[in-house]
């Protein structure tokens, strides 16, 4: 049997672009691609915090150091420069593969630079 779990993420990534007439996509630093292990084509699922859209693309790379975060093609309707989002993406797993995996989990600041990697979420509590 095979699970699918969380990856990685980019948590709380500032949007700084938007493209729409680009050939679609999300460009990413390349700098957090790395820290996170997204490879670069892999599927990702974008999660807009600002405002509540959910949608699936892929990554390529945007310079590296740059901070740059791209929403393009017809994502960009989904998104606004300024906009607040999450970036995760998921693999499959066997039973075997689970005993030990943990997930990559890079934080950032506004103007999306890493603050910390954890590898786990705390317990949510009442």
Do not use: W
């Not at 050939?23 to 699922?45: K, P, R, T, V």
């Not at 039973?95 to 950032?108: H, S």
């Not at 103007?111 to 949510?124: D, E, F, L, W, Y």
């Amino acid at each position: 049997m095979q699970s699918t779990m969380l990856k990685c993420k980019l948590h709380r990534a500032k949007v700084t672009q938007v493209e729409l007439e680009y050939e679609g996509s999300c460009a990413i630093d390349s700098d957090l691609l790395d820290s996170a292990g997204i490879h670069e084509y892999e599927q990702i699922h974008i999660y807009n915090i600002s405002n509540g859209e959910r949608f699936v693309t892929y990554a390529i790379r945007a310079e590296r150091g740059s901070g740059i975060i791209s929403v393009n093609g017809g994502a960009a309707r989904r998104a606004a420069r300024g906009d607040i989002v999450v970036i995760c993406a998921y693999a499959s797993l066997n039973q075997q593969e689970l005993v030990n995996f943990k997930p990559t989990l890079v934080y950032l600041d506004e103007a999306n630079r890493i603050t910390h990697i954890k590898n786990n979420i705390p317990v949510q509590a009442a």
